[in-house]
């Protein structure tokens, strides 16, 4: 059974960072692009980015709508993606998703999601 | 960048058929997926590549997608399926959502 599940959100003031941890089990990690999604409450799903897979060099890939400071890095021998985020403010405020992701050539889906990991910013 | 377009809202009665559309300039040219999400609970897939559902997706749910929409219907509708929904495109190793329907079953 694919699991993910993600860990590190909380309480966290304006101008710190954050690293989210998202582990994965019930399938091999390196072969599949994990992706990162966030939803600010009451609102919408917004993509930030992406971790390519082994096999396609496990790049990072970042979405151009989200204002930067993200970075997205992987740990293959622990199974555990991660989401860091530094200098936030209180937009960031958010349940941050973890998805695995199918990459195709006209089209990329996430067919898996983790429970979600809220990450408040406030003083 | 290129973005997806979705009504805010639909209403079904149970039983009938809804149909939820996701606009966007020549849509028919990329695979579009949809994810329903019920209050409190993570995104879920229900439909991928326009039309394909993944294993245990109720057959009532299908996609198609050409021109500039796409569609995804439910037949049948229950009351269970009331949730948002999400369409989603991907562009230049970015995927691209849409606003959310919230299809509410009266």
């Known amino acids: 059974e694919v699991q993910l599940v993600e860990s590190g959100g909380g309480l966290v003031q304006p101008g710190r960072s954050v690293r989210l941890s998202c582990t994965a089990s019930g399938f091999t990690f390196g072969d599949y692009a994990l992706g990162w999604v966030r939803q600010a409450p009451g609102k919408g799903l917004e993509w930030v980015g992406f971790i390519e897979s082994r096999p396609y060099g496990g790049t990072t890939k970042y979405a151009t709508s989200v204002k930067g400071g993200f970075t997205i890095s992987g740990d293959n021998s622990h199974s555990t993606a991660y989401l860091q985020k530094n200098s936030l403010q209180i937009d960031d405020t958010a349940v941050y998703y973890c998805?695995?992701?199918?990459?195709?050539?006209?089209?990329?889906?996430?067919?898996?999601w983790g429970q979600g990991t809220l990450v408040t910013v406030s003083s | 960048s290129y973005e997806v377009t979705q009504p805010p809202s639909v209403s079904v009665s149970p039983g009938q058929t809804a149909t939820i559309t996701c606009s966007g300039a020549?849509?028919?040219?990329?695979?579009v997926s949809w994810y329903q999400q019920r209050p409190g609970q993570s995104p879920l897939l229900v439909i991928f590549e326009d039309s394909k559902r993944p294993s245990g997706i109720p057959e009532r749910f299908s996609g198609s997608n050409s021109g500039d929409t796409a569609t995804l219907t439910i037949s049948g509708t229950q009351a269970v399926d009331e949730a948002d929904y999400y369409c989603?495109?991907?562009?230049?190793?970015?995927?691209?959502f849409g606003a959310g329907a919230k299809l509410t079953v009266l």
């Open positions: 020549d849509l028919g040219t990329r695979y």
């Open positions: 989603q495109a991907w562009d230049r190793n970015t995927m691209v």
């Open positions: 998805t695995r992701v199918v990459v195709g050539g006209i089209g990329s889906h996430c067919d898996y």
